[in-house]
């Protein structure tokens, strides 16, 4: 009886993480400085302990884990997002590793990537334009106005426009965020890479 020769899956040739050369210590220095990622015994007891891991494929375990190991795919992760700082991870974790703050670490270096969520973008896309987090709606607007208030209510950002003024520069700072990148063009690089 002839038999079928069995075909293998091609090798993966891809290299899933990066070599010592390619680490970035810029990446790590803020983590290392508000946290104590070095003693994560990977136990688990954060993902245990995550309300959000609970209903998504979000495990907080890993992503620590990549940031040791120097994975820096952990920066283009859409997962580092569902986290909702609830602090349960932090308050529970045996080695006061603080996985929230690296989280919110790691938020910060790939929002300037361009890794975002699309809900936090346009959280920070009104917080810019207007210092509100929630939009406000056409109807409550024209309220406001023949109410004889300002159309919208009025928060630290009225001064944000003066020139050269302190609140602007910090605005420039804290909203600094990059454009989603463009797939073809990371594709081409992740080829680069492997
Ligand atoms: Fe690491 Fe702490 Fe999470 Fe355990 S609970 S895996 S020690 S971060
Ligand atoms: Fe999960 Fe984030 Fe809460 Fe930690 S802070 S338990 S990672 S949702």
């Given at each position: 009886?002839?038999?079928?020769?069995?075909?293998?899956?091609?090798?993966?040739?891809?290299?899933?993480?990066?070599?010592?050369?390619?680490?970035?210590?810029?990446?790590?220095?803020?983590?290392?400085?508000?946290?104590?990622?070095?003693?994560?015994?990977?136990?688990?007891?954060?993902t245990?302990?995550c309300?959000s891991g609970?209903?998504t494929a979000f495990k907080i375990r890993s992503i620590?884990?990549k940031?040791?190991?120097?994975?820096?795919s952990a920066l283009d992760d859409p997962d580092i997002w569902l986290c909702?700082?609830?602090?349960?991870?932090?308050?529970?974790?045996?080695?006061?590793?603080?996985?929230?703050?690296?989280i919110?670490?790691l938020r910060?270096?790939a929002?300037?990537?361009?890794n975002?969520s699309?809900?936090?973008?346009?959280?920070?896309?009104?917080?810019?334009?207007?210092?509100?987090?929630?939009?406000?709606?056409?109807?409550?607007?024209?309220?406001?106005?023949?109410?004889?208030?300002?159309?919208?209510?009025?928060?630290?950002?009225?001064?944000?426009?003066?020139?050269?003024?302190?609140?602007?520069?910090?605005?420039?700072?804290?909203?600094?965020?990059?454009?989603?990148?463009?797939?073809?063009?990371?594709?081409?690089?992740?080829?680069?890479?492997?």
């Open positions: 009886m002839a038999t079928k020769t069995q075909q293998l899956p091609a090798p993966e040739t891809k290299r899933q993480f990066k070599t010592s050369d390619d680490f970035d210590d810029a990446y790590l220095k803020d983590i290392e400085r508000r946290t104590n990622i070095w003693s994560c015994i990977q136990c688990g007891t954060c245990a302990s309300e609970r209903w620590i884990r940031v040791v190991l120097g994975d820096l909702t700082t609830c602090y349960q991870c932090y308050e529970r974790c045996p080695r006061d590793v603080r996985p929230t703050d690296v919110i670490e910060n270096y929002s300037a990537r361009g975002v699309p809900a936090h973008r346009a959280v920070i896309k009104n917080l810019k334009e207007t210092g509100h987090g929630v939009p406000i709606n056409d109807q409550v607007r024209q309220q406001r106005v023949e109410l004889g208030l300002p159309e919208l209510p009025p928060t630290i950002f009225k001064y944000k426009d003066e020139e050269d003024s302190e609140l602007q520069k910090m605005a420039d700072r804290l909203f600094n965020v990059a454009p989603k990148p463009d797939p073809a063009t990371k594709q081409a690089a992740n080829e680069e890479d492997g």
